[in-house]
């Protein structure tokens, strides 16, 4: 039986700890809770607040306008780098033909003095193959017909 009873006195002692300690930290709670409703009614914390509220508003409409900043710019992306693109490639076309027209107006003299010149050359070439080809009793002839003297050339 004196264990019983022990066991109960034991039990008992456990309960008026957690009794106490239970007291103790209901007075605990009731401090913290005293020190928390002094901090919410004082002016210059409700400020600091209120100052931090305005900022967080301010940085989300800044994060949503440059969010809607950004998808602009992507829209607006392709187009304008097709602008660009056909804008290099009309300066290139121009480029070409104000070049083609320079040398069209350059060389048109020139075409115009090979155009006279072409049978001239095309008639020495027959002369100078007609020459080459010739047999000596056909070059005797023509040195005689010229009035050309063999040793002189």
């Known amino acids: 039986m ?36 002094a901090l919410t009614h004082d002016p210059d914390l409700r400020a600091v607040l209120q100052d931090e509220r305005r900022w967080l508003e301010r940085a989300r409409e800044v994060i949503n306008e440059t969010r809607q900043w950004r998808e602009q710019e992507a829209r607006r992306y392709l187009p304008a780098l097709a602008y660009r693109w056909i ?22 003299p020139f075409a115009a003095e090979l155009d006279a010149l072409r049978p001239r050359a095309e008639l020495g070439l027959l002369v100078e193959h007609r020459i080459a080809n010739m047999t000596p009793a056909e070059r005797r002839q023509l040195d005689t017909l010229m009035n050309w003297k063999r040793g002189a050339r």
């Not at 008026?16 to 209901?26: G, K, V, W």
């Open 2 to 37: 004196s264990t019983a009873l022990d066991l109960f006195r034991a039990q008992q002692a456990a309960v008026e700890q957690l009794l106490e300690r239970a007291q103790e930290l209901s007075r605990r709670i009731g401090q913290v809770q005293a020190q928390v409703d």
């Open 87 to 108: 804008a290099a490639l009309g300066f290139a076309l121009v480029s070409a033909h104000v070049v083609g027209l320079g040398y069209a107006r350059v060389a048109k």
